[in-house]
């Protein structure tokens, strides 16, 4: 084990307990009532759930970025996300959401479908332009899509809805969402580690990672795999939760020695105690209704993402 | 041990070049801007098919081998050396082994050791000058043990004296047994230092043989089309090139 992974894990060992009491309530296991409920019903799922969000998330940046050498890519380039948000907005509007499972249901088909299109479009070349033109495309079709589904909301409250669930969140998410998510994002960040090898010859350009016999088309299968399964599923049980991806392997990679493979499972882990902290944060906020996660994120993310633009535009990225 | 290319034709690139290049020497590819040199190698590499035509390890077509299997055999090294992240040394170099699917660090200390690298193991690439950064990458191509080293203009970035420690390592590696293929827009060196000399021009091979013959003047103002003239010895030629060259 690498020192940022233990470093990492120590720090999940003591946010975790302190997110479970953390909230609106603070939770004193010997006097509050009904404790022993509260945790493992509401308090647990929940905080299990934002590990998901955050490690699937973390992960897919970190693989990301490696893929496209270019420190500033995020998942929700390949437009997977989007798609997720598509295929969960067509269940809220067409009112399927009445079942705890159609709407993540839904959300997973529209990110297979995000995934479909990007594979039949760039999948026989394995070229990483035209993969990532095909993502941008697809992106900004599902946001199209999703923009023509809130204007022609038949109701107020279907577009309340709709708009509340595209900025992510983990409220009201139980153990079924913990369910769903779990064995995809697992899948997913075991295929971004599989293809960590690879990422690390493309350090050197595709052409000499190809003479290392690299194959491009199987990497990015196991790319478009293992950032379909992690944010497909993140998207499909928390809404759109932006900048976790693009933040977390630039606060690792300093840890690591740089190399892509070194970082997914280190940004795995801090991508969940980000969220975790993150969603114990706007628990704890005393705002009159609960600071939505995805919000919150984009409010720290954007001026994240600008600082790193001037950082670079020094040299010093 | 042969490498060889069979009528190769890479639309807009190369036009039928057929070659069989000879494991134990030194084989420099010239020919002006536009010539197909840097495809050619690509493709002796294995990393373009050709649109038409094979090339062969021995008798295997590159295409049918498996992608590591040509790894291991052909290392490749590119003209414009790109280092995406800041990562040590010592990590770069020691992806040469990915085709064998190792971490052996005996390789990458001898590949360090033969680029004069060995107290640069841990600096980090951003840290590294131009000529620094090409004998890193050199040396990952070296720590793969090929048997066919195929590099596209390593001694541009180099100094005098890296370039002449490079050049006297390549031909140790040829000594043992290693074919050696090499880019190189500097005639002198070509002349110098390389076995045999193929020269492309538009696509094709111009010239194909011993140094002194493929690049004599005449295929110089042929296919470069500048007037040119050699002086020196065999072995220490020095190239006088342009109107000079013609009015003496």
């Known amino acids: ?317 | 041990m042969t490498l060889s290319a069979h009528d190769v034709m890479v639309p807009n690139r190369l036009a039928g070049v057929s070659l069989t290049l000879e494991a134990g020497t030194i084989t420099a590819i010239c020919g002006p801007n536009g010539a197909g040199k840097s495809t050619l190698l690509e493709t002796l590499a294995g990393l373009i098919s050709p649109h038409t035509g094979q090339v062969c390890l021995d008798a295997q077509s590159l295409t049918a081998m498996a992608p590591r299997a040509r790894g291991r055999a052909i290392g490749y090294l590119p003209q414009a050396g790109e280092i995406a992240w800041d990562v040590p040394v010592r990590e770069l170099v020691a992806l040469g082994r990915m085709p064998h699917g190792d971490a052996r660090p005996e390789p990458v200390d001898a590949a360090l050791a033969a680029l004069d690298l060995t107290d640069f193991a841990s600096r980090r690439a951003q840290a590294l000058s131009g000529g620094e950064t090409v004998r890193v990458l050199l040396a990952r191509v070296l720590a793969g043990e090929p048997q066919w080293i195929l590099a596209d203009e390593p001694l541009a970035a180099l100094d005098l004296a890296h370039q002449l420690a490079l050049l006297a390592y390549l031909r140790r590696a040829a000594d043992s047994g290693t074919g050696v293929v090499l880019v190189l827009h500097d005639l002198a060196l070509a002349m110098n230092h390389a076995d045999r000399v193929v020269v492309l021009h538009g696509g094709r091979v111009a010239a194909d043989g011993a140094c002194e013959d493929a690049l004599d003047h005449r295929v110089i103002e042929r296919v470069w089309g500048v007037p040119a003239r050699w002086l020196g010895e065999p072995g220490a030629r020095a190239l006088v090139a342009g109107p000079t060259a013609s009015s003496r």
């Open chain 1, 1 to 317: 084990m690498t020192r940022p992974i233990r470093l990492l894990l120590a720090a999940l060992a003591f946010a975790l307990p302190l997110s479970l009491l953390a909230g609106r309530v603070w939770i004193d296991p010997s006097t509050t009532p009904n404790a022993a409920l509260i945790l493992a019903e509401l308090r647990l799922p929940r905080s299990v759930l934002a590990l998901l969000v955050g490690g699937g998330l973390g992960a897919a940046g970190a693989a990301m970025q490696g893929y496209l050498r270019n420190p500033l890519a995020d998942p929700g380039l390949f437009g997977i996300a989007p798609g997720a948000a598509l295929g969960a907005v067509a269940a809220l509007w067409f009112g399927y959401s009445a079942s705890q499972w159609t709407v993540p249901f839904f959300a997973l088909i529209g990110a297979g479908g995000a995934m479909a299109l990007l594979a039949a479009i760039a999948g026989r070349t394995g070229g990483i332009a035209l993969f990532t033109l095909a993502g941008l495309m697809v992106a900004s079709l599902a946001g199209a899509l999703t923009a023509l589904a809130i204007s022609l909301a038949p109701n107020a409250f279907a577009m309340e809805t709709v708009v509340m669930w595209l900025n992510g969140a983990l409220t009201d998410r139980g153990w079924s969402e913990v369910w769903i998510a779990a064995p995809l994002v697992l899948a997913g960040v075991a295929l971004l580690r599989a293809a960590g090898p690879a990422l690390d010859a493309l350090t050197l350009g595709e052409a000499v990672a190809r003479s290392l016999g690299v194959q491009p088309s199987r990497l990015l299968w196991l790319l478009l795999g293992g950032v379909g399964l992690t944010v497909g599923a993140v998207t499909a049980v928390a809404g759109i939760i932006g900048f976790v991806g693009l933040i977390v392997p630039h606060l690792v990679r300093p840890l690591t020695d740089r190399r892509p493979s070194q970082l997914i499972l280190p940004s795995a882990l801090a991508g969940a105690l980000l969220v975790l902290v993150a969603d114990s944060v706007v628990r704890l906020l005393p705002l009159m209704t609960e600071l939505r996660l995805g919000i919150a994120l984009s409010l720290l993310g954007a001026p994240f993402f600008l600082w790193l633009l001037v950082k670079m535009r020094r040299g010093a990225l």
